[in-house]
């Protein structure tokens, strides 16, 4: 964005705030150096191609975009749908993502493979993501070149597992100009699992959120940036869908609503709401200073006062991390876009070229995801079904133009299309559209001109508006929708995603099963560990034995009293085991009450004695048995039978410090 209207000493202003040093990440800067950098950026032949013919073609078939001609890219069964593993991933890692993804697979694979088997991809071994690969390599590989997308090859939405140090953000920017693309990256299985489990249970189950979008825009005293976006972007992007959405509830909170904790209302169980999008500073860190990784692209708010009033480091009070997003928060089913610095992740290298003023350079140990929109993934109580952020600077010229002012038609028209029920990949055609003219118009006014005699202010805007259209990212998977519906109200006790609800081996919706620890010798009992005190913590269960080990000073015979009546209790209940797995088509309805669930219906049974005999109970469908179920069922008789047995592990090191203390009395 263009700070003063005078040509020779315009200043382009940046987002972004270094959290160590509390000035702007990147200073404002001319047209002049921004024209020199453009100009040093090299250009790769195949790209260059890409774009050009991704440009002729928006401009003959305006309703396609990325997709062939005759396809729907709202129906998976037409468009396809397919996940790209990358080679370097190792054997045992990806047979546990894989599983872990199981259920988000199997969904897609039922959508997708429904009339062509094809039309449903794994990109695996040869197919993966090679080392240093190039985009075109890789449509090589699956018999595609330049052009739309066609799934009879390669299918339309695709998903990228894996880490940007191991598939590098370009590989996803190139691809991105003829495909629908998203990535995911977690550090646990569990993650995996949770996202994937969110995703479909959302549209499974249909899960209906109100129709409710919330624009958050922060307005920062004395800085430019935040004040131009919340006037430019927030305010009419929030008139314009609210006018034309008349089913939709669109609100905007600026400036005195748009503090740290006004966010975290917003995300909270009663008023997070489907869509969010949110402009802000993010925040940026120095390589190897220890918030990067964690904080860098959190989210400014209106806490922060300015550059004029605050100096030096930025506090966390100022803004929202993934750190603030607990389980108090709520964003089960929501579709969020951050528009913030960093808001999706991190390039080891600046993009950033400079020429003749300075050398690129490294920015972070390493390539990496954003913790905040991961977090929003894989919320313990259910995760966002996608984030839109944006990875490296973000850039005013995505909403104001030089020349003409606010430009807001690739966003309107990307959010028009997610309200009007697209996936999101095909919703955000509209900003590779945009990158795609962008390129080949900065490619040809580059090749038709000198330094000496270039236009700078609009070479500049140019190479800016064009990085900025490049670097948005999906994190999650590109073919997921809004959920919503017509209730008036929150339904989100309606269905309740990942939430557990387990208790003496009850469970509705399954979790992800720990591994397996191992068991102790039989000889060998576990250790007894002592407290000092009822608050000492443990990183183990400790069954409530720690409150009466707190109470010794009461006389050593009431303590073992009570040891004995709780070890007795104990293996009393561990006798038998008992798993039931109910189902409800409407959560609201259930309650839990005397051991029992009503308002649910009892599908699946087992019984286990301490002594290994087994009653169970298989359900049926038709007078098949019911596998998706039995199988939800059979990963909670693991679980519990974990649990028993740690249960007795306690007990028997428990029994065992008992015995001690006894001989020692």
Same mark, same amino acid.
């Given at each position: ?43 790769? =032949? ?39 593993? =990358? ?46 690969? /190039? ?93 131009? /976006? ?103 089913? !929501? ?87 697209? =996936? ?48 948005? !990212? ?8 809004? !959920? ?28 992800? =099963? ?138 028997? /090191? ?12």
């Amino acid at each position: 964005m263009v700070k003063n209207s005078s040509p020779v000493d315009q200043e382009m202003i940046f987002n972004g705030i270094n959290g160590e040093t509390g000035s702007y990440d990147l200073e404002p800067q001319t047209p002049q150096i921004i024209a020199s950098v453009a100009r040093g950026v090299p250009v790769d =032949p195949d790209h260059r191609t890409d774009v050009a013919i991704r440009r002729d073609l928006d401009a003959a078939q305006e309703d396609h975009y990325g997709l062939r001609d005759g396809l729907d890219p709202k129906e998976l069964s037409q468009a396809g749908w397919g996940v790209i593993f =990358p080679k370097e991933m190792p054997e045992k890692e990806l047979a546990g993502v894989k599983d872990a993804l199981k259920p988000l697979l199997d969904h897609r694979r039922e959508q997708a493979a429904r009339e062509k088997e094809h039309y449903y991809k794994e990109c695996l071994g040869d197919g993966a993501y090679q080392p240093k690969q /190039s985009k075109g390599e890789f449509l090589a590989f699956h018999g595609r070149g330049p052009g739309p997308a066609d799934p009879e090859k390669l299918p339309y939405y695709l998903l990228i597992v894996g880490d940007p140090q191991v598939v590098p953000y370009s590989f996803q920017y190139q691809l991105d100009v003829q495909y629908a693309v998203g990535r995911i990256h977690f550090e646990s299985l569990e993650d995996y699992y949770r996202y994937a489990v969110s995703v479909v249970e959302a549209e499974k189950h249909n899960y209906a959120l109100p129709r409710q979008a919330v624009f958050f825009g922060a307005a920062n005293q004395d800085d430019r940036a935040t004040q131009l /976006s919340a006037k430019e972007l927030v305010t009419p992007l929030s008139n314009y869908l609210s006018k034309k959405h008349d089913t939709w509830k669109v609100q905007s909170t600026l400036e005195s609503k748009a503090y740290k904790a006004d966010l975290g209302k917003l995300l909270s169980k009663d008023q997070a709401p489907a869509l969010l999008f949110t402009a802000s500073h993010g925040m940026s860190f120095p390589s190897g200073d220890p918030r990067q990784l964690p904080h860098q692209g959190a989210l400014l708010c209106q806490d922060w006062p300015g550059p004029k009033e605050h100096k030096g480091r930025i506090p966390e009070d100022f803004y929202f991390s993934a750190d603030d997003l607990t389980e108090e928060n709520n964003v089960l089913g !929501m579709l969020a876009f951050l528009f913030a610095c960093y808001g999706a992740g991190t390039p080891q290298m600046d993009d950033f070229y400079r020429k003749a003023y300075m050398e690129r350079k490294d920015i972070a140990p390493h390539a990496f995801l954003s913790r905040l929109p991961q977090r929003m993934l894989t919320h313990p109580k259910g995760g966002a079904l996608a984030v839109i952020g944006h990875v490296e600077r973000a850039w005013g010229y995505s909403f104001f133009w030089q020349g003409v002012g606010q430009d807001l038609v690739t966003f309107e028209s990307t959010l028009d299309r997610l309200m009007d029920g697209h =996936p999101l990949g095909s919703a955000l055609e509209y900003f590779n559209s945009r990158y795609a003219e962008l390129a080949s118009d900065l490619t040809s006014e580059l090749d038709e001109t000198t330094e000496e005699h270039q236009n700078a202010v609009k070479i500049a805007g140019m190479w800016t508006a064009s990085n900025d259209a490049r670097n948005y !990212m999906v994190m999650g998977d590109p073919a997921v929708r809004l !959920m919503v519906g017509d209730a008036a109200n929150d339904q989100r006790e309606k269905t309740a995603i990942i939430e557990i609800l387990s208790q003496n081996g009850h469970q509705v919706i399954p979790q992800k =099963p720990e591994e397996p620890k191992a068991a102790l010798p039989a000889d060998e009992p576990a250790p007894v560990e002592t407290a000092s005190g009822a608050d000492q913590p443990t990183g183990e269960e400790d069954y409530g034995l720690l409150d009466i080990g707190a109470n010794i000073g009461g006389g050593v015979k009431k303590f073992v009293d009570k040891l004995g009546d709780f070890l007795s209790n104990a293996l009393e209940n561990a006798a038998s085991l008992e798993v039931k797995t109910y189902v409800s088509d409407n959560m609201a309805d259930v309650k839990y009450e005397s051991g029992q669930f009503t308002g649910a219906n009892l599908r699946a049974l087992t019984r286990i004695k301490i002594d290994g005999d087994t009653d169970i109970c298989v359900p049926e469908v038709d007078g098949e048995i019911d596998t998706d179920l039995w199988q939800v069922h059979i990963d909670m008789v693991k679980q519990a039978q974990e649990s028993r047995t740690e249960l007795l592990k306690t007990v028997v /090191s428990a029994a065992s410090g008992l015995a001690g203390l006894l001989k020692g009395g």
